[in-house]
C-alpha cells in the first residue's frame, strides 16, 4: 500500500518569512495530493491539492510543487502569519481500487511567531 | 453551505460498553469515508461509501467496528464492547464522487474509553 513520510515534524519560523513542507510517497499510481491543515480541536481543512499531470500550483501565499518522478511534493507558504500557525498534513491517494483513501503524512507543527 | 457535521463531539464511555458515532455528510456528496486521528497511529483510513457500492472496510482495525450509510447520507460508525486503545478522534469526511478527488472533514469525534 501507500506510505507517506512528511518532513520537519516541526516547524518555526518568524512572520514574514517563508515556511516549506516535505512529503515523500511510495506509490507511483498515486495521483491526487492533498494538503490539509488543522487547527486544536478542528478537523483537517483541505487549503490547497494537486493532480498528477500537475507540476506547480499556486493560489495566493501558497504553492505546491509535485516532482512525480522522484515521488515528492511540498508545500509553499510565504509571507507567513501568526494565524498560519497549526499542523499541516499531506496526504496522497490513487484511483482504482484505492477508491480515493487518503494515507496521510505525520504531520508537521508548524508556529509562526510575531 | 452547511458542512460535514459530526456528534457526538466528544464521548467518554468505559471499557466494554459499545458506542455509535454519527456524521452528516455535505448535502448531495456521494462519497463518504471515516478516519482515525490517534497519538500513536496519526490519521488512518478506517472505512469508504461510494452511492450504492460496497463499502470498502479494508481500514477496520477490528470486527469490533462497523459502519452503514443509510439513504446514500447519514452514516454510523458503531464500535462494540470498546477497549483503550479505541480512544482516538474518530474524523467524518465526504466528497462530491468517489475516487481522487477532495474530501471535506467535520470537526470528528473524540472518543475516551476509560
Known amino acids: 500500500g501507500e506510505n507517506v513520510e512528511q518532513h520537519p515534524s516541526t516547524l518555526s519560523v518568524q512572520e514574514g518569512d517563508s515556511a516549506v513542507i516535505k512529503c515523500t510517497y511510495s506509490d507511483s499510481a498515486s495521483n491526487y495530493f492533498p494538503w490539509y491543515k488543522q487547527e486544536l480541536g478542528k478537523g483537517p481543512q483541505l487549503i490547497i491539492d494537486i493532480r498528477s499531470n500537475v507540476g506547480e500550483k499556486k493560489d495566493q501565499r501558497i504553492a505546491v510543487t509535485l516532482n512525480k518522478t522522484a515521488k515528492h511534493f511540498s508545500l509553499h507558504i510565504t509571507e507567513t502569519q501568526p494565524e498560519d500557525s497549526a499542523v499541516y498534513f499531506c496526504a496522497a491517494t490513487a484511483g482504482g481500487t484505492s477508491y480515493g483513501k487518503l494515507t496521510f503524512g505525520q504531520g508537521t507543527i508548524l508556529t509562526v511567531h510575531p | 453551505g452547511a458542512g460535514v457535521s459530526q456528534s457526538p463531539s466528544n464521548k467518554v464511555t468505559e471499557k466494554g460498553k459499545d458506542v455509535e458515532l454519527r456524521c452528516d455528510p455535505i448535502s448531495g456528496h456521494t462519497a463518504l469515508y471515516w478516519y482515525r486521528q490517534s497519538l500513536g497511529q496519526g490519521l488512518e483510513f478506517l472505512i469508504y461509501?461510494?452511492?450504492?457500492?460496497?463499502?470498502?472496510k479494508s481500514g477496520l482495525p477490528s470486527d469490533r467496528f462497523s459502519a452503514e450509510r443509510t439513504g446514500g447520507s447519514v452514516s454510523t460508525l458503531t464500535i462494540q464492547r470498546t477497549q483503550q486503545e479505541d480512544s482516538a478522534v474518530y474524523l467524518c469526511?465526504?466528497?462530491?464522487?468517489?475516487?481522487?478527488?477532495?474530501?471535506?472533514f467535520g470537526p470528528g469525534t473524540r472518543l475516551t474509553v476509560t
Open positions: 461509501f461510494q452511492g450504492n457500492s460496497a463499502p470498502d
Open positions: 469526511a465526504s466528497s462530491p464522487r468517489g475516487g481522487p478527488t477532495e474530501q471535506y
